[in-house]
């Protein structure tokens, strides 16, 4: 049983995924459907019926609830069962657990701990999505694979050197910086002087001259990461050049396998097109880091990170700081945890 951070919000998926219908994934072992009400409102509610365990997400929206669909229960946004069609009462243990869940900036996310600690302001905010100035898609990759694995991939970016040709490949020897505050950590890495490399080229032309470029990393817990990067020419200031922010969600389905959330934006002039954009982030994610990650969980099997003695090199200390100040944070949440059952004990 692994240990995942419980109070705080968890990206169940892209607003676009859910369109009419719903969507169910499972998070941290929970199996959580959403769904929209007729008032576009988005509710979450636990996926599987009190009465013979089928997944609700297998059912049917009926108006403001889900029908199940094997003998017909409808549950509303609150979990109450609203409907039997088969006749009599509905007993009072008839109901599913309901969870706070949140739309914003083109995401949808889901809370699954104490629901009066479920605070929507302390969602991590990506307006840039919604930028009209800006051409945004998005993505989503399963991966099997510890979730701290997928943060570990984009704390250290001198990956991009061997895994990434299109990102940089072997021009990519960057300067690397941490900025660490008590629970979040920006890992910073700069490139001076290099030909551009295939992506930022195609996506803004240095028109044949040298160029600098920049990867600033934030990361939030438990696996919400912000990013900026950017490509100038060389000794200019950013913002004479070209910025391509993406957001990258990673949510632990189980110790086992993670949902990986990337979204990112072009500038609307630019000449790469959002399809040709899509393609480059697939390969990059879909068909480099996933496979290669995925192969290093075989490799650990279940065995714990710490426990197989990592070698750390010193391009670790952001991965590794990030991974202190989670176990930290679970470690906390824990104690607490178990302070206030011995305090209901007494
Ligand atoms: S399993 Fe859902 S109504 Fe029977
Ligand atoms: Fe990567």
């Known amino acids: 049983m692994a240990d995942f951070l419980k109070q705080t919000w968890y990206m169940i998926g892209w607003a676009g995924e859910l369109d009419d219908g719903v969507l169910a994934r499972t998070i941290t072992d929970t199996p959580v459907v959403a769904f929209r009400d007729t008032a576009g409102i988005v509710h979450a509610i636990h996926d599987r019926c009190p009465h013979r365990f089928a997944p609700l997400s297998k059912g049917i929206r009926k108006g ?23 006749g009599g009462p509905v007993p009072a243990a008839c109901r599913v657990a309901s969870y706070p869940a949140v739309e914003q900036d083109g995401m949808l996310w889901v809370w699954l701990g104490d629901p009066a600690l ?73 490139v001076i002087d290099i030909d ?103 490799r650990m099997g279940e065995a714990d990170f710490w426990e197989l003695g990592p070698v750390l090199l010193g391009t670790d200390a952001p991965a590794v700081r990030v991974r202190r100040i989670l176990r930290e944070m679970i470690g906390n949440e824990k104690k607490s945890q178990a302070a206030s059952a011995e305090m209901s004990a007494a």
């Open 64 to 86: 403001d609830a889900i029908m199940c669909h094997y003998h017909g229960l409808t549950f509303d946004g609150a979990g109450t069962c609203v409907d039997n069609p088969l």
């Open 118 to 190: 479920a605070d929507p302001a302390l969602i991590v905010r990506f307006p840039w999505l919604n930028d009209e100035g800006l051409r945004s898609i998005q993505g989503y990759t399963r991966v099997d694979a510890n979730y701290e694995l997928l943060t570990d991939n984009l704390m250290d970016l001198t990956h991009a050197k061997f895994l990434h040709p299109g990102f940089g490949g072997d021009a990519y020897s960057p300067h690397n910086t941490m900025e660490a505050g008590r629970d979040t950590v920006l890992s910073k890495y700069v």
């Open 196 to 298: 551009n490399p295939e992506f930022p080229e195609n996506a803004w032309s240095s028109h044949g001259n040298k160029v600098d470029l920049w990867d600033d990393i934030q990361w939030y817990a438990p696996a919400t990461l912000s990013l900026s990067s950017g490509v100038v020419l060389t000794g200019r200031p950013r913002e004479e050049g070209c910025e391509i922010p993406a957001a990258h969600v990673i949510t632990p389905e189980s110790a086992g396998r993670s949902h990986y959330f990337w979204g990112s934006a072009l500038p609307k002039d630019s000449p790469l097109s959002n399809d040709g954009f899509r393609e480059v982030l697939s390969q990059a994610f879909d068909a480099e880091d996933k496979p290669m990650i995925e192969a290093a969980q075989q």
